[in-house]
C-alpha cells in the first residue's frame, strides 16, 4: 500500500482536537505544524495552540522538557484550538504525564511503546509503567513501536540508528495523516523541498512518513479512518497564518499603504524574535531591520527613523517595554509617529518566557514616568494581528504619535486560515511631509493641525525648517525649549486632548446581543475567541448572554461608557488579575466583575462558560 489511498471508508466527524507531545528535541511544533498546514491546504477551519517548555535545556525526557501541539480541526466556523484533545500523541512517559489529564474522558491515547523503557519512565517520575497498571483505562490506548519502526524504515539507506530514530516525528505525523484521511502529496513536497541538501536527512524522513501511513491502513488497529470535510468559509484565497507573521506583514502593508520606508529595530526576545525575522526577509518592499544591542537602543533608533521620515517601528515583550519606557517617553515629548510592539508574555521580570499572558495593560497605559499618553491598539486572533499593525500604524502617522500594539505568545504562535484581503479594499494612510515654512516665514514644529492636534512633520535637511527635538518640554508652537509652569500643564493638555480625540476617529464598541441579555461579556486581545465560543455554547443552554470585544483600549470607543450602562452585570475575562475590569471600573463606575487566569496558558472556553452560568 502506498500512502495514495486508503483501502477502508473514511467515517466523517464534525471535529478533532488533537494533541502531540514529545521532548522539546522530538520536533512535535514542526509534526503539529505540518499537520495544521495540510489541513488548511485541504480547507478545514482550524485554531491551534502550540506550547514550548519554558527551559531552555531541560533534561531530555522529563516533564519539564516537554512540548506540545495543538490544533482543532472542522468542518465548520470555529473560534478555539479546542478545550481538551480527543486525541494525544505521547512520544515518550513525560510526554504521557505532562498532557494525560487534559485528555478527554474516551479519548484516544496513541503511544511510542518503545519509549516507556525503565529509565525513561523514572525520568518521567513513573514508579511503573501507565501502560501496564490500568491506569488509562479512561481511555482508548494504541500502542506503536514507533522507534523501531522507524529505525526498520530506514535501515536501507545508510542512515545512521541515532540520525534516523530522530524521524519518529514523521512516522506519527504519517500515521495520523492516514488516520485523518489528510493529502499526503502536500507533505511529501515540503519534505523533499525542506531537506533537498541533506539526502540521507530527506530519506529518513520520507521513509518514516510513508511507512507510519501504510502502517495505520494495515496495522487493523482502527476500523476505519476518519474524514473532516471542508469547511464552509468566505469566497477567496486563505493561507494558514500565526500571529507574529500577520504582524510582520501588517507591518509591509502599512508602509506600502502609507508610502513609507519601514524601519524595525528590535533586540532578539522571545516571543517576538519571529516579527524580526520575517521583516528581515521583506528588503523589496522598503522594510530596513536591525537588529540592535539592546532594547533602549531598538527604541532610540525607532526614534530616529521616524525623524527621519520613516513608519518607525520596535518590537519586544514585557521586560523590553519596561527598559524602552523612557525612551517612548521621549517619543511622546517629540510627537513622532512610532509603533511599539509588546508580544506579552508570562511575567514578571524574566517570569514565563514561552508562555502567554495579558498582563502588560497596565504597564501600556500608564508605563512611563511623568503624563505619557499613549493610544493602546490590541489585536484579537492571529490573523487580526495584521489589521491591528495597520491600525496601530494608522493612528501613529495620522496624529503623531507613539501607538502601543499589543499581542500575546497565545496569538504570536497560534495559527488559523487567513483570507488574504483585497490590496484595494485596505485603507490609504499616507501623509504629507510639511515643505514650506508655516508661520510666516518660520517653521513652527508645535503648530498644530485643529482637528487632530497633530504637529506637522518635516524631513530633517528641508530648506528653511530646521527644528530641535528633545526631552525637555517644547513651547507651545515654537517648539522652543520652555520651562514656564503655565506652558508645561498647557503642553501636557494638549498631548492628552491629542489621544483623547482619537475616540472620534475609531469604531464604536459593538455588542453582540440577539436576545436582551442582562449579562455582558466583555473582553480584549486574545480573549476573543474564548469568549465568544463560551456565549454561543451558554446560549445553546438556552442562556442571554451579550458579547463585546475592544480593540483600543486607549482611547476606549466613544459609546463604551453607555453600552457597560445598559447591563446591570460585567464579566471582564483576562489572563492578568483584573486590569481592563479596574480601568472600567474606575473610568465608568461599573461593576465589573473579575474572571482571571495567569497560568501561562489561555483560558478554555468551558472556563468562561462556567463563569457566566454562575453570574447568571
Keep these: 500500500m502506498t500512502p495514495d489511498s486508503t483501502s477502508l471508508k473514511p467515517e466523517p466527524l464534525k471535529q478533532v482536537v488533537i494533541r502531540f507531545a514529545g521532548d522539546s528535541g522530538d520536533g512535535m511544533q514542526l509534526t503539529g505544524d505540518r499537520f495544521t498546514d495540510v489541513s488548511a491546504a485541504f480547507g478545514n477551519d482550524l485554531q491551534t495552540l502550540p506550547n514550548y517548555p519554558a527551559e531552555i535545556r531541560a533534561p531530555a525526557g522529563t516533564v519539564n522538557g516537554v512540548s506540545s501541539f495543538q490544533v482543532q480541526i472542522s468542518d465548520h466556523d470555529i473560534l478555539t484550538p479546542g478545550d481538551l484533545p480527543t486525541v494525544l500523541v505521547a512520544m515518550n512517559p513525560a510526554a504521557l504525564k505532562a498532557n494525560i489529564g487534559e485528555l478527554a474522558p474516551g479519548g484516544t491515547l496513541l503511544v511510542n511503546a ?67 484521511t489528510r493529502p499526503v502529496e502536500p507533505t511529501i513536497a515540503w519534505i523533499e523541498k525542506q531537506f533537498a541538501k541533506r539526502e540521507l536527512v530527506l530519506g529518513a524522513n520520507l521513509a518514516a512518513f510513508k511507512a507510519g501511513y501504510n502502517f495505520g491502513d494495515t496495522a487493523e488497529l482502527w476500523e476505519h479512518p476518519y474524514e473532516i470535510a471542508p469547511a464552509s468559509l468566505a469566497p477567496g484565497t486563505y493561507r494558514q497564518i500565526t500571529g507574529n507573521l500577520a504582524t510582520a506583514y501588517g507591518f509591509v502593508a502599512a508602509g506600502y499603504l502609507s508610502k513609507l520606508p519601514v524601519t524595525y529595530a528590535s533586540y532578539p526576545i522571545t516571543p517576538a524574535s519571529d516579527v524580526l525575522h520575517e521583516l528581515s526577509k521583506h528588503k523589496n518592499f522598503g522594510v530596513r531591520t536591525l537588529q540592535c544591542e539592546d532594547e533602549i537602543s531598538a527604541a532610540g533608533v525607532a526614534i530616529g527613523a521616524a525623524f527621519a521620515g520613516h513608519l518607525a517601528v520596535t518590537g519586544t515583550s514585557g521586560p523590553g517595554v519596561d527598559l524602552k519606557s523612557e525612551a ?31 498582563a502588560d495593560l497596565m504597564l501600556a497605559m500608564y508605563g512611563r514616568h511623568g503624563e505619557a499618553p499613549m493610544p493602546i491598539v490590541a489585536a484579537a486572533t492571529p490573523s487580526d494581528c495584521f489589521d491591528a499593525a495597520i491600525e496601530a500604524s494608522r493612528i501613529a502617522l495620522k496624529y503623531r504619535t507613539p501607538v502601543l500594539l499589543l499581542t500575546d505568545g497565545y496569538l504570536a504562535n497560534g495559527a488559523e486560515p487567513w483570507l488574504l484581503p483585497d490590496v484595494e479594499s485596505l485603507p490609504e494612510i499616507s501623509v504629507e511631509f510639511q515643505t514650506e515654512p508655516n508661520h510666516g516665514d518660520d517653521y513652527w514644529p508645535y503648530l498644530r493641525d485643529p482637528e487632530t492636534l497633530a504637529r506637522p512633520w518635516a524631513l530633517p535637511g528641508t530648506p528653511g525648517l530646521m527644528h530641535r527635538v528633545g526631552g525637555i518640554e517644547k513651547q507651545d508652537g515654537t517648539g522652543n525649549v520652555n520651562y514656564d509652569p503655565v506652558n508645561h500643564e498647557t503642553m501636557m493638555h494638549l498631548r492628552q486632548a491629542k489621544v483623547a480625540g482619537i475616540a472620534a476617529d475609531i469604531a464604536p464598541v459593538e455588542v453582540d446581543d440577539p436576545d436582551g441579555a442582562e449579562l455582558l461579556v466583555l473582553g480584549w486581545g486574545s480573549t476573543w475567541g474564548v469568549a465568544q465560543q463560551a456565549v454561543r455554547q451558554a446560549r445553546a443552554a438556552g442562556h ?22 445598559r447591563y446591570p452585570k460585567v464579566l471582564v475575562p483576562e489572563m492578568n488579575l483584573g486590569q481592563l475590569s479596574r480601568l472600567v471600573r474606575a473610568e465608568y463606575l461599573v461593576d465589573a466583575k473579575s474572571l482571571t487566569k495567569v497560568q501561562g496558558l489561555p483560558f478554555r472556553a468551558s472556563e468562561i462558560e462556567n463563569a457566566i452560568l454562575e453570574m447568571i
Design 544 to 565: 442571554k448572554v451579550a458579547h463585546a470585544h475592544l480593540r483600543h483600549l486607549n482611547p476606549f470607543p466613544a459609546n463604551l461608557g453607555e453600552v457597560l450602562a
Design 114 to 180: 518503545d519509549a516507556f523503557e525503565e529509565r525513561n519512565l523514572e525520568k518521567a517520575g513513573y514508579q511503573a509503567s501507565p501502560l501496564e497498571d490500568g491506569s488509562l483505562s479512561a481511555f482508548r490506548v494504541i500502542q506503536v513501536p514507533m522507534t523501531s519502526m522507524t529505525l526498520e524504515a530506514t535501515r536501507e539507506l545508510g542512515v545512521k540508528p541515532r540520525d534516523a530514530e530522530r524521524s519518529k516525528n514523521f512516522f506519527a505525523l504519517g500515521l495520523l495523516s492516514w488516520l485523518y
Design 328 to 358: 517612548m517617553g521621549l517619543a511622546v515629548m517629540v510627537e513622532l509617529p512610532m509603533v511599539v510592539l509588546d508580544v506579552q508574555r508570562g511575567g514578571p521580570s524574566t517570569g514565563l518566557p514561552t508562555k502567554t499572558e495579558q
